[in-house]
């Protein structure tokens, strides 16, 4: 079956510039998450979805950075006025609900902010 | 302050010995942990985990060991195989949210 995919799997941007990354979870997985990973470092915990829902956005960094996921499956996280210090790989993630152990991890967005 | 420490970059072994990946927490309230593995231009896929009441859990060539009193879990990889070389992250869980360590990479010679 089709795991978690992402679009574009590398986006380049410049400086200011607004960027939308697309998350497709597993299929009737309600729990959707998205992680930032920055060179040399684990994956950082952005937000969590239940459903339609953003359960958790704590892990945003400002307010520059928005997610949605207005159907209860697809996601599209949303950075507005983007800096240099945002070029990291996007990861998402899904599981069946939040308790479930397991997040599947799609293959991330490679994002670059020159 | 970070939560989930994994002190060593990089492992290398030969091929048929074991692998042990460390990592140390500082929270006593995680539910479980788990361990992912990375290969290159993919996402991390899930390899083992340990509920914060177990101390051992095993699955095939994998066993994961939960030290609590020293706050501290290893991942114990026996044959190694080449195969096996990627980077290794561990996970501590509080309900959903999981927090990583900066992860280990293995490299399994043949």
């Known amino acids: 079956g089709a795991g978690v995919s992402q679009t574009p799997s590398n986006k380049v941007t410049e400086k200011g510039k607004y960027v939308e990354l697309r998350c497709d979870p597993i299929s009737g997985h309600t729990a959707l998450y998205w992680y930032r990973q920055s060179l040399g470092q684990g994956p950082e915990f952005l937000i969590y979805?239940?459903?339609?829902?953003?359960?958790?956005d704590s892990g945003l960094p400002n307010d520059r950075f928005f997610a949605v996921r207005p159907e209860g499956s697809v996601s599209t996280l949303k950075i507005q006025r983007t800096e240099r210090g945002d070029s990291a790989v996007y990861l998402c993630a899904s599981s069946f609900s939040q308790g479930d152990n397991e997040q599947y991890f799609g293959p991330g967005t490679r994002l670059t902010v020159t | 302050d970070q939560q989930v420490k994994q002190n060593s970059p990089s492992l290398s072994v030969q091929e048929g010995r074991i692998s042990i990946l460390n990592c140390d927490y500082t929270?006593?309230?995680?539910?479980?942990f788990l361990w992912y593995k990375k290969y290159p231009a993919e996402g991390p896929t899930f390899l083992i985990s340990i509920s914060s009441i177990k101390d051992k859990n095993e699955d095939g060539r994998f066993t994961v060991f939960l030290n609590k009193s020293a706050k501290h879990l290893s991942l114990h990889i026996v044959p190694s195989q080449p195969g096996d070389s990627a980077v290794y992250f561990c996970?501590?869980?509080?309900?959903?949210?999981?927090?990583f360590g900066t992860g280990t990479r293995l490299k399994v010679l043949a």
């Open positions: 996970a501590a869980v509080r309900t959903y949210k999981y927090i």
């Open positions: 979805f239940q459903g339609t829902g953003a359960a958790d």
């Open positions: 929270n006593s309230m995680f539910d479980y």
